[in-house]
């Protein structure tokens, strides 16, 4: 989902970096907080910036200047809040344009909105809502990262709708067509994100159970041995 260096033009290119500034700079204030105010975290912070880059480095060709691939930034969003992904997302995607070649600078605005922004607020909205109705956490994480993938790709496919439009149908149905094309390949990599999620979250709970705790997630009951053994542990 990646759009590629040069495919949007410039004035677009300007008006979604102007769109994306706010959020990044907003969660890079986050992360600084987050380092400083609890510094047991940064390898947990370390882990799902390593989940973000390995997940959407996977590149598969898809429409002319876009890539499909899945994105990993569930999970950031679930431990440490979408703003918090809106500054790790905007490193990622700086470091695939220029190691890469996956993305580009001047559509860096456009990637880190729909990727680092879209994708992980809609995600951890619908995670949020999953456990307000009881849902199960591993419920919860296969639709935040599920989502939060399918999100990206519905904003992609928006953006370059705006960037070409259709002669006839415009940029609804150009969009339309992005999206009929980016599901053949997005939505499956999605359903694997979502149950990828699920068995990273029950490592973690294995490996990181307090940190995880003091972070707000629900370890479950069949877990809380194991906190409190950690937690212990952690005392002697």
Same mark, same amino acid.
């Given at each position: 989902?990646?759009?590629?260096?040069?495919?949007?033009?410039?004035?677009?290119?300007?008006?979604?970096?102007?769109?994306?500034?706010?959020?990044?700079?907003?969660?890079?204030?986050k992360v600084v907080k987050e380092v400083r105010e609890h510094p047991e975290n940064k390898l947990l912070l370390a882990t799902a910036g390593a989940c973000t880059f390995l997940l959407s480095s996977i590149k598969l060709?898809?429409?002319?200047?876009?890539?499909?691939?899945?994105?990993?930034?569930?999970?950031?969003?679930?431990?440490?809040? !979408?703003?918090?992904?809106?500054?790790?997302?905007?490193?990622?995607?700086?470091?695939?344009?220029?190691?890469?070649?996956?993305?580009?600078?001047?559509?860096?605005?456009?990637?880190?909105?729909?990727?680092?922004?879209?994708?992980?607020?809609?995600?951890?909205?619908?995670?949020?809502?999953?456990?307000?109705?009881?849902?199960?956490?591993?419920?919860?994480?296969?639709?935040?990262?599920?989502?939060?993938?399918?999100?990206?790709?519905?904003?992609?496919?928006?953006?370059?709708?705006?960037?070409?439009?259709?002669?006839?149908?415009?940029?609804?149905?150009?969009?339309?067509?992005?999206?009929?094309?980016?599901?053949?390949?997005?939505? !499956?990599?999605?359903?694997?994100?979502?149950?990828?999620?699920?068995?990273?979250?029950?490592?973690?709970?294995?490996?990181?159970?307090?940190?995880?705790?003091?972070?707000?997630?629900?370890?479950?009951?069949?877990?809380?041995?194991?906190?409190?053994?950690?937690?212990?542990?952690?005392?002697?």
């Open positions: 989902m990646h759009i590629a260096e040069g495919v949007l033009p410039p004035a677009q290119c300007a008006i979604w970096y102007a769109a994306a500034a706010p959020f990044v700079i907003h969660g890079a204030v060709p898809s429409v002319t200047g876009s890539s499909s691939h899945p994105t990993g930034t569930g999970v950031g969003a679930i431990l440490f809040k !979408p703003p918090v992904m809106a500054f790790m997302g905007v490193i990622v995607l700086v470091f695939q344009a220029l190691l890469l070649a996956h993305g580009g600078i001047t559509t860096l605005g456009a990637n880190t909105f729909s990727m680092a922004i879209a994708g992980p607020w809609i995600g951890y909205w619908v995670y949020l809502l999953t456990k307000r109705l009881h849902g199960p956490n591993a419920l919860a994480i296969f639709l935040c990262m599920a989502i939060s993938d399918l999100a990206t790709y519905c904003v992609t496919s928006f953006q370059l709708a705006f960037a070409f439009p259709d002669a006839s149908s415009g940029v609804v149905g150009a969009a339309l067509k992005f999206l009929g094309i980016f599901a053949v390949s997005q939505v !499956p990599l999605s359903i694997m994100e979502g149950f990828l999620g699920i068995l990273l979250f029950r490592f973690l709970v294995r490996v990181a159970a307090p940190q995880l705790a003091g972070l707000g997630f629900d370890i479950g009951a069949g877990r809380a041995g194991a906190a409190a053994v950690a937690k212990e542990d952690s005392h002697v």
